[in-house]
């Protein structure tokens, strides 16, 4: 008998176990994949306009003929004349005037709902991105016999044929990186918004990015973006207009690496954004020079950004062999993930000897500033695999799973207990090495098995 607190646990807790086989992560994923394969055959007939050829004919057949000496009627109406009849006055009446009271109070009602949909309306962009549903997987002993030949761990039966991993998934705020047709410059006109997973809302004003217009990117926001300036590409949806959606998955992550290579470097905002610290320049007294010596130089020039500028794609593998993803996948799956970006930073202006008058524009607030690459430390949030034919699809899927690194519990106290579960990819690398195991035992029983 569960108690309250064990049922809203399992309530709040994805299903790992389930004894009808209809309802399994595995049926509900052979189902969407069936069903966007049809999606997909459906797009490539009605890209062909058969049904405008439906209803072609060649002319009238030597069968017809006759029919063409005979008179025609014409077949005329009187509702050509309905507008020369004068239309009768109307006289008002008590009725008719409780009537029209009756609708404007009904307008007004009518206006009061149609404000709160409004209201509660989300724009164009909510809910675009693919949810990745969490990984449903079971490691109980009485499901690993080796006399049977099916075995029901929650792990994708194809997965070293069929599937894509995607580690380290970085740790952050999904959303939708959309650019806009600009006029100005690419990479200083501001082009880019950011639109909220939920509700397409944006997450910061309109920035310039080295992003071609008309592209569509699934991103995820670097929790510490205001320090490193850094924005995650998980994948990709449109490019420069044409839809890249449709394709399969490791298309479309390897068109998302190649054309995010080939971007130009995009510039740092310019000098019209201010350092958080002020600095000290030549002209301060010597009481401020003596108190900002005393400042460490990385807490009086730090730069905090005021947009990303760097748009970095997330590796993925297609090496999904089982000594793969124990070795290498599974490892960079926990790691955390270094990335090098350019930083501005403050450089104090000359002091001037000469008295002569220095030209315009020569120590202006950019010259001053040069920038240094650093290392951002970017900590892993766990694994996502991917269905390699499938397409991208909006909503949770079934098609795209999720394995977080850190246990899922009612009460965050207990991570850092010793009563802590262990986390999904924990349970994850042990189904792996536990098939790994399993598969050895069965080669070598179809060896013998050949050699009778």
């Not at 307008?107 to 549903?133: L, V």
């Not at 008309?214 to 850094?230: A, E, F, H, K, P």
């Not at 950019?366 to 397409?391: C, F, K, M, N, P």
């Not at 949770?396 to 965050?412: D, F, G, H, M, V």
Request: hydrophobic share 35%; with cysteine; proline share 7%.
């Amino acid at each position: 008998m569960f108690t309250k607190t064990d049922r809203k646990v399992l309530f709040k807790s994805p299903p790992t176990v389930f004894t009808d086989k209809l309802i399994s992560q595995e049926a509900r994923r052979s189902k969407a994949l069936e069903e966007q394969k049809r999606r997909r055959a459906q797009k490539f007939e009605s890209s062909r306009q058969l049904d405008a050829f439906a209803d072609l004919n060649l002319g009238n057949s030597d069968d017809d003929g006759d029919l063409e000496d005979e008179p025609e009627i014409i077949r005329e109406g009187v509702s050509g004349f309905v507008q020369m009849v004068s239309q009768p006055l109307e006289t008002p009446s008590l009725s008719s005037d409780a009537h029209n009271h009756e609708i404007v109070q009904s307008g007004k009602r009518r206006g009061k709902t149609r404000r709160k949909r409004i209201k509660a309306k989300s724009t164009k962009w909510a809910d675009k991105c693919m949810y990745a549903e969490l990984l449903e997987m079971n490691e109980e002993a009485h499901l690993w016999d080796n006399q049977s030949g099916d075995v029901i761990d929650g792990l994708p039966r194809d997965l070293e044929a069929a599937w894509v991993a995607v580690a380290p998934v970085p740790t952050g705020k999904r959303c939708l990186a959309v650019t806009h047709q600009s006029a100005g410059i690419v990479g200083i006109s501001p082009n880019t918004t950011l639109r909220s997973r939920v509700l397409g809302k944006m997450l910061l004003p309109r920035f310039p990015s080295s992003l071609p217009p008309l592209t569509v990117l699934d991103c995820i926001l670097d929790v510490n973006w205001r320090d490193n300036g850094i924005i995650h590409v998980l994948d990709l949806l449109k490019w420069k207009g044409q839809d890249v959606g449709d394709c399969e998955t490791p298309f479309r992550f390897w068109w998302r690496d190649t054309r995010l290579a080939e971007l130009p470097k995009p510039p740092l905002p310019s000098g019209n954004f201010s350092f958080t610290a002020p600095y000290t320049t030549a002209g301060t007294s010597s009481q401020n020079a003596g108190s900002s010596s005393n400042m460490h130089t990385s807490e009086r020039e730090r730069y905090r950004f005021p947009y990303p500028t760097s748009f970095v794609p997330i590796p993925y593998h297609t090496d999904m062999t089982l000594t793969s993803l124990s070795s290498f996948v599974i490892p960079m799956a926990r790691s955390t993930r270094e990335i090098s970006v350019d930083i501005p930073v403050h450089v104090s202006p000359p002091e001037f000897i000469s008295h002569d008058m220095a030209v315009d524009g020569t120590h202006d607030s950019v010259a001053s500033r040069s920038t240094t690459s650093v290392i951002a430390r970017v900590d892993s949030d766990g694994l996502l695999l991917y269905v390699s034919h499938a397409s991208y699809e909006e909503g949770t899927s079934p098609l795209s799973c999720w394995i977080p690194n850190k246990a899922i519990t009612e009460r965050p106290e207990l991570s850092s207990s010793s009563e802590a579960h262990d986390s999904p990819l924990d349970v994850f690398q042990r189904l792996v090495q536990r098939r790994t195991v399993r598969n050895l035992h069965v080669i070598p029983g179809l060896q013998d098995s050949m050699d009778i």
